[in-house]
């Protein structure tokens, strides 16, 4: 005969699986997670002036391409 489980171990095992599951993703996509960071850093330290200059669009725009990279690698989307 089954014995009954008790609802805190099941909801423990979920949380543990689950919890697993978020390291795995966040390892999988350190590199995505750390262009955004620089796209971030890059947008606050333009607009420090209220002013984006040509320079910083550029600046910009290479990191937005950095994150596009990383996203494609991650996902395995390269050609």
Do not use: P
Request: no cysteine; aromatic share 4%; proline share 0%.
């Amino acid at each position: 005969m089954i014995e009954s489980i008790s609802l805190e171990i099941v909801l423990g095992a979920i949380i543990a699986f689950l919890g697993s599951a978020i390291a795995v993703v966040s390892i999988k996509h350190k590199g995505v997670l750390k262009e955004i960071r620089e796209l971030a850093e890059v947008v606050q330290n333009s607009y420090k002036d209220k002013k984006i200059t040509k320079d910083e669009q550029k600046e910009i725009l290479d990191e937005v391409v950095d994150v596009a990279h990383a996203i494609a690698s991650s996902w395995s989307l390269k050609k």
